[in-house]
C-alpha cells in the first residue's frame, strides 16, 4: 500500500532559527514529491522533485530528494512567525494522484 | 490566472441529509481531482477524472459519495446519506495532466468544510 510519512508531525521553534522537516514515501510507480503549506485553506505549492540530488531553493526555503532512500526533506532558514502552517509531503504517482502525509505542524514563536 | 473555484465555502447538515459540492478547475486543464481532508489529517484522494472520464475511484465510498464531470470542466460531488465521520474538508484540484513535469501545475481549490451534526 502506498504511503508518506512526514516527521515531526508538530515543531515549535523561534524566529531566526532554522527547521529540518522530513518526508518518506513508498509510492507505486512514482514519478514526483511534491512539497505544500496549507494555512487556514487551500494547500499552496513549494516545490516539486523530481530527480535525486538536486536541490531546489525559493528565498529561505529549500528541499532535495534522495531516490534510493526514497526520503526527500524541506528546510527553512531564519524561520518567521508567518512560517507557521501545516507543512505537507505529497508522492506523486504515474496517473497524476497524489499521496498525502500527515503533516507537520510548525509554530513558530516570536 | 484565476484559480479553482469551490462552492459552498461551509455547509453544516444533519445526519443522513444530503450535500452536493461545486468545483470549477483552472480552464484548460484536463485532470480534476476530489480530496477528502479530516482534520488532523493530510488530503486523500476520492476520485481523479480526465477530461470527463474517471481514472481512479477506488477510494470513492460508492455506497454514499457520487460524483460526476459534466463536459470535462466542472464538477459536483455528492454525499447522500451524510454521516458524522463525513465531516471533513472537501478540496478540489486541478492539473494540466498527469505527467511529472505537469504537477507543478496542480493547483487546489479553498476547499469546503462540511460539518455533519
Known amino acids: 500500500e502506498d504511503k508518506v510519512v512526514q516527521s515531526p508531525l508538530s515543531l515549535v521553534v523561534h524566529e531566526g532559527d532554522t527547521v529540518t522537516l522530513n518526508c518518506s514515501y513508498e509510492v507505486t510507480n512514482f514519478r514526483s514529491l511534491l512539497w505544500y503549506k496549507q494555512e487556514k485553506k487551500a494547500p499552496t505549492f513549494l516545490f516539486m522533485l523530481?530527480?535525486?540530488?538536486i536541490e531546489k531553493k525559493s528565498g529561505r526555503l529549500s528541499s532535495i530528494l534522495d531516490k534510493k532512500e526514497l526520503f526527500s526533506i524541506l528546510n527553512i532558514t531564519a524561520t518567521q512567525t508567518g512560517d507557521s502552517a501545516v507543512y505537507l509531503c505529497a508522492g506523486g504517482g504515474s496517473q497524476g494522484n497524489l499521496i498525502f502525509g500527515k503533516g507537520t505542524k510548525l509554530s513558530v514563536k516570536p | 490566472e484565476a484559480g479553482v473555484a469551490q462552492s459552498p465555502r461551509y455547509k453544516i447538515i444533519e445526519k443522513r441529509q444530503s450535500v452536493a459540492f461545486w468545483c470549477n478547475p483552472i480552464s484548460g486543464h484536463a485532470t480534476l481531482y476530489w480530496y477528502q481532508q479530516i482534520l488532523g489529517q493530510g488530503p486523500k484522494l476520492l476520485i481523479q477524472f480526465q477530461n470527463n472520464g474517471v481514472v481512479d475511484d477506488s477510494q470513492l465510498p460508492k455506497d454514499r459519495f457520487s460524483a460526476e464531470r459534466l463536459k470535462g470542466v466542472d464538477s459536483t460531488l455528492k454525499i447522500q446519506p451524510a454521516k458524522l465521520e463525513d465531516s471533513a474538508v472537501y478540496l478540489c484540484?486541478?492539473?494540466?495532466?498527469?505527467?511529472?513535469?505537469?504537477?507543478?501545475?496542480?493547483?487546489f481549490g479553498s476547499g469546503t468544510r462540511l460539518t455533519v451534526v
Open positions: 523530481t530527480s535525486s540530488g
Open positions: 484540484a486541478s492539473s494540466l495532466g498527469v505527467r511529472a513535469r505537469s504537477m507543478d501545475g496542480y493547483t
